[in-house]
């Protein structure tokens, strides 16, 4: 099925269905239950999940293939997102021409960033790569303002010159981002007893996008170039020494990298039409390092769970206060409610980093290849079978 073998087709099918159907996975819970506080399926989560799943497969081409760690990605999402409103103001509404330009200047900020930076490997390469994040950062927010419009974010205005489409609505109001014709912000929303399920435009759009996404990725990782790129991550060394001039293909995996962020940055922007020097700061590259190695670095699937799991930690355990967790233990004694109370707070609330830190510690210690290496240990478990009596076991095969 579209070139794919028939593992990477059942792989790419189960993530398509789980996109497809996220507003019921992602709402497990009714309206009415306490447990309510859990449900992931509002538009602006789901859209998180498929924009920062973008942004980590095309961060896990550069770092799970070759090897290379960069902590400078988030200046290709802030690229994107700045020339993703510019388009917006100037040529027109619609988010294709948006999604389109974002990639194009994530992909020539990424060509020359990529073309200095790899002139060092290992952490030489990293602290370059992070330095021209800072860089960026702090042009956008002081020396660039007339471009980025400094702390305050660039942003659509009632006045912007707007060549195909009206500056403003016949109400007075600015247009809304629209896929010809499609707002965005448009809902479906479907009552089934106790449950709410949320079927929004934008999100289906970003779905498509995706799935586009992850197909290239897939036929990357299992194509000749994707078998160079591992062949750097190996032995870089010894790849040179046989002729082969490795250099070409690291940068080509860096601007592809590239690329991918500056789509998530025009995703962000069709989504919000808003664009702020924050998103190039390094936590936000070290926020796409925590997903790729949370999820499993060097896998398919694996950025795209980490990428969903560290989205679903921010928005939903900071939620919680100690209001929310009193109304929990209210059956429960005084006493035995205020300590519960006080033992969970500072994971909870402002304090989500706490628990994220251990949770990464956890993965990082028992399951060095992330959640994906979880799966496959517990895939093994249920696939071991058991010897027949009087049948003799193969010898194993000597070590190569």
């Known amino acids: 099925m579209l070139g794919l073998d028939k593992k990477d087709t059942s792989i790419f099918l189960l993530v398509l269905l789980l996109v497809a159907f996220a507003p019921f996975l992602l709402n497990p819970f009714p309206e009415s239950s306490d447990l309510a506080q859990f449900n992931a399926g509002y538009p602006d989560l789901m859209q998180r999940f498929l924009i920062f799943g973008i942004f980590a497969i095309g961060f896990n081409i550069l770092f799970g293939l070759t090897g290379y760690l960069s902590f400078g990605h988030a200046a290709f999402l802030g690229v994107g997102s700045y020339a993703g409103v510019w388009m917006m103001k100037l040529l027109t509404m619609n988010v294709l021409p948006a999604i389109i330009i974002s990639v194009i200047f994530a992909g020539l900020f990424s060509l020359l960033v990529g073309y200095i930076s790899l002139r060092r490997s290992g952490i030489y390469f990293s602290i370059l790569t992070l330095a021209f994040a800072q860089m960026s950062f702090s042009l956008a927010y002081s020396v660039l303002t007339p471009i980025t419009n400094g702390e305050t974010g660039l942003q659509l205005a009632l006045d912007d010159p707007r060549i195909l489409g009206v500056s403003q609505t016949p109400e007075g109001s600015i247009p809304l ?45 299992r194509s000749p170039f994707g078998m160079m790129l591992r062949a750097v991550k190996s032995n870089q060394n010894r790849m040179n020494f046989t002729g082969l001039n490795s250099r070409p293909y690291t940068l080509a995996a860096f601007v592809i990298s590239g690329m991918y962020a500056g789509l998530a940055g025009g995703l962000m922007v069709a989504m919000d039409p808003l664009a702020g020097a924050e998103r190039m700061q390094w936590t936000a590259s070290g926020e796409v390092v925590l997903m790729t190695i949370l999820g499993g670095a060097g896998t398919l699937v694996g950025p795209v769970l980490g990428a969903g799991f560290i989205k679903y930690c921010e928005n939903i355990f900071s939620k919680i206060n100690d209001t929310i967790l009193y109304d929990w233990f209210s059956t429960l004694p005084a006493f035995v409610a205020d300590t519960l109370v006080f033992v969970i707070h500072p994971f909870i609330g402002k304090g989500w980093h706490l628990t994220l830190g251990l949770m990464f510690m956890l993965i990082v210690i028992f399951l060095p290849g992330g959640i994906m290496e979880g799966f496959e240990r517990i895939g093994r478990l249920f696939s071991r079978k058991k010897p027949v009596r009087g049948s003799k076991q193969s010898a194993p095969a000597p070590a190569e």
């Open 177 to 221: 981002a629209n896929f010809f014709g499609i707002p965005m912000r448009e809902s479906f929303e479907l009552s089934l007893g106790g449950w709410l399920f949320t079927f929004n435009a934008g999100y289906y759009l970003c779905a498509v996008i995706m799935m586009i996404a992850f197909y290239i990725a897939i036929r990357i990782f």
